[in-house]
Nanobody, 126 residues
Framework: QVQLVESGGGLVQAEDSLRLSCAAS????????MGWFRQAPGKEREFVAA????????IYADSVKDRFTISRDNAKNTVYLQMNSLKPEDTAVYYC???????????????????WGQGTQVTISS
């Protein structure tokens, strides 16, 4: 059974940084595209970033590009989201997800992701 467990969320001030982690088990991690999504109160879930199986290719939402960095450590079965220059509008529950399709589909085809974590709350105060 696939398990994805996010951690690292919290309450920080604007312009601060946070690093989220997602530990995966029950899957051949190095074969999977991994993604990060977020959902703010009253809003739909939105794509944040994705990384291919090897970590050599990434893709970001325009709203986080140049501020967030996705990375992975296949030896540790973990994917990370480094978030810098945080803004109040980044406040959301952040979820990691996994699928076996090309990372290029992640932005427009979130339904490809069949496995999801439980989420971690990120709150940015102004």
């Amino acid at each position: 059974q696939v398990q994805l467990v996010e951690s690292g969320g919290g309450l920080v001030q604007a312009e601060d940084s946070l690093r989220l982690s997602c530990a995966a088990s029950g899957l051949s991690f190095s074969s999977y595209t991994m993604g990060w999504f977020r959902q703010a109160p009253g809003k739909e879930r939105e794509f944040v970033a994705a990384i291919n199986w090897s970590g050599s290719n990434t893709i970001y939402a325009d709203s986080v590009k140049d501020r967030f960095t996705i990375s992975r450590d296949n030896a540790k079965n973990t994917v990370y989201l480094q978030m810098n220059s945080l803004k109040p509008e980044d406040t959301a529950v952040y979820y990691c997800a996994a699928h076996r399709f090309t990372y290029r589909r992640a932005r427009n085809y979130p339904e490809d992701f069949g496995s999801w974590g439980q989420g971690t709350q990120v709150t940015i105060s102004s």
